[in-house]
């Protein structure tokens, strides 16, 4: 008969012990907070919670259930209080360093050091509070640790006791919603202050697509640097720390109470990504797509740990769908990329002959493929749409891969930019009314593109020996086609056929013909070193190399000419009029070729 009076005793004891914590008709309790206090008045309050609970079950108190009831909803609405407090109080954005170490090593805030004189004051029947927090301490440094995700402790160990104290009572008494909402709401305040920190906006889809091009070019950067530190350490961090307090309560109430905190900020990490996923594709985007997509396949089984439960599945899903779009936007780039390079319009003809700006563009662009090619080469998985299909497109080269078996399609690919930028060149040469300028712009520009597939080393590795053989005979006939379009005519005056007179009594050699040869010869010299020292061929050694080629001709011609018939103008009048120029007045004007500027002087005269 003693254990309903028993136990009507402990439930009046535990009533009193919540009532007085009622804020809503105590002052004093509403301006205290329990676990501020003391270990000793914390334990009564959690016992009270406990015995209150424990009342409830009991068949003995089924007459005095309302009041039960009361004193449980109560009990709830101020162990809410409480939680609430013990997170904001806790509850800020992480260090910077912790943000921006690349050590892999934990991270730790700082161990939890009770007062001496707190242990002393909890009841002794009960060292539970001890023994979690030798657990805490002993697990924060145990806690697992990848080589990528570094968890670091939001909270120190004594916070994390209080708070799965109160919500292993909330949940038991059945405010597990109650607890989740709470708890999501303060700690997602925490990350979204952390996501501040890095310098991740708010931005819809919409907004992040009408950012121009430059502006996008500097959030990709940190949004790259930022998703590693979300996803490695703060949404790592959140997740243990949700394991540390909720872990055990229920099912899968610590991921519920994770999702709660992160699902909204995770979404908003990955919709930049997205947006630039889906945004309307151009070349210039495609390297920073690339670093996207490395910086998102680097992640992903990060992601896929952080977010390995069941309700974190769209997370996961997300990241994967965002990588696939990344990918298939790469490939969709490329195409489009090869497509403009073959369309590409201008027909204004560069001056000088010298290296079109589409050239430079386009090789620039594929050595900058080149650097990524080991994403491209796992995007790129065919080779381009060439041969049969075009043969009958006058508009588009056509050409037979099977000279290059064995490479990878993405070495296939930049090799047929090559020959389509070759192709869309050949035409542009044809608007060059001087066809030697002609062929000196595809000397130029086909020695430019050899010059930059050597000089970059990825880009010379995947573009074979043979292929850069053809390209090198290319540039070396159109050197030779320029002189032969420039210098047939002007070598032709000095040959001996039509100077010779037969059957005369006199000298055998016509002075009038060869008045008239010299008169051909200096007026076509003139005009080749007036034009041409206005042309320009930007690469020295190739400058210095068609030069010697053209003195190579043209001097030696020059002298024989010079030295067997100088004598028959120097006795008639005036010869200076005919022999203008001394051997080393053209082997000086051969110099002022292809400088790209008006020589500042007229061609210098022999001396007299």
Not at 211 to 216: H, N
Not at 311 to 338: H, K, P, T
Not at 541 to 548: F, K, N, T, Y
Request: hydrophobic share 35%; with cysteine; glycine share 4%.
């Amino acid at each position: 008969m003693e254990a309903p009076e028993n136990d009507a005793v402990a439930f009046e004891s535990a009533e009193k012990i919540i009532l007085r914590w009622d804020s809503t008709v105590s002052e004093e309790a509403r301006e205290k907070m329990i676990f501020d206090g003391d270990r000793y008045e914390i334990n009564r309050y959690l016992h009270a919670v406990d015995e209150i609970q424990r009342s409830m079950e009991s068949t003995t108190l089924s007459d005095d259930q309302d009041k039960a009831n009361s004193a449980i909803q109560i009990a709830m609405a101020r162990l809410e209080d409480e939680f609430r407090s013990i997170l904001v109080a806790h509850t800020n954005a992480i260090e910077a360093d912790s943000l921006t170490d690349p050590s892999p090593s934990p991270v730790h805030s700082g161990e939890f050091q009770v007062p001496e004189e707190d242990y002393h004051d909890t009841p002794t029947d009960d060292d539970s509070f001890t023994k979690e927090l030798e657990h805490q301490e002993s697990s924060s440094s145990s806690y697992r640790s990848t080589s990528s995700i570094r968890e670091v402790d939001l909270m120190p160990p004594v916070a994390i006791y209080d708070l799965r104290s109160i919500a292993e009572r909330m949940i038991s008494a059945g405010y597990l919603r109650e607890c989740i909402q709470v708890y999501g709401s303060v700690r997602k305040s925490a990350v979204e202050s952390s996501f501040r920190k890095l310098g991740i906006e708010k931005l819809s889809i919409g907004d992040i697509q009408r950012l121009d091009w430059e502006t996008l070019e500097t959030k990709i950067r940190r949004w790259i640097r930022a998703a590693k530190v979300c996803v490695r350490i703060l949404f790592a961090s959140e997740k243990k720390l949700c394991e540390q307090i909720f872990e055990s309560l229920g099912t899968a109430t610590d991921d519920a109470c994770f999702m709660e905190t992160i699902k909204g900020p995770a979404i908003q990490l990955f919709n930049f990504a997205e947006a630039i996923s889906i945004s309307r594709r151009s070349p210039e985007k495609l390297f920073k797509i690339l670093d996207l997509h490395d910086a998102l396949s680097d992640l992903l089984p990060d992601v896929e740990i952080v977010f390995e439960s069941k309700s974190s599945e769209s997370i996961r899903v997300q990241a994967v769908e965002i990588l696939s779009r990344l990918g298939e936007a790469a490939r969709g780039i490329l195409s489009e990329f090869e497509n403009a390079v073959l369309r590409e319009p201008s027909k204004v003809p560069v001056p000088g002959g010298t290296i079109h700006p589409l050239t430079r563009y386009v090789m620039n662009y594929i050595s900058l493929i080149s650097d990524y090619k080991k994403t491209m080469g796992e995007l790129i998985v065919s080779q381009p749409s060439t041969g049969s299909r075009y043969s009958s497109d006058p508009n588009t080269p056509d050409m037979d891969f099977a000279d290059l078996e064995g490479l990878t399609p993405l070495a296939l690919h930049l090799i047929w930019i090559i020959v389509i930028l070759q192709f869309n060149l050949e035409g542009k040469s044809k608007h060059y009314r001087d066809t030697s300028l002609a062929h000196l712009f595809m000397m130029n520009n086909v020695h430019y593109i050899v010059h930059k597939t050597k000089g970059s080393p990825e880009l010379g590795e995947m573009i074979v020996d043979d292929f850069l053989r053809k390209l090198t005979g290319k540039f070396r006939q159109a050197a030779t086609s320029y002189q032969r379009a420039t210098w047939v005519r002007v070598l032709h005056c000095l040959r001996d056929e039509g100077l010779h007179v037969s059957g005369s009594f006199s000298s055998g050699v016509s002075k009038s013909a060869l008045r008239e040869r010299f008169k051909t010869f200096n007026a076509l010299f003139e005009e080749v070193h007036r034009t041409q020292s206005t042309w320009l061929i930007p690469d020295t050694q190739l400058r210095e190399e068609l030069r010697i080629s053209i003195a190579e001709k043209l001097i030696p011609a020059y002298r024989s000419f010079l030295g067997r018939f100088r004598s028959h103008i120097e006795s008639g009048r005036h010869p200076e009029n005919y022999i203008k120029y001394t051997v080393e007045d053209l082997e000086n004007a051969v110099l002022d070729f292809f400088e790209g500027y008006a020589v500042s002087q007229h061609l210098r005269r022999r001396s007299q």
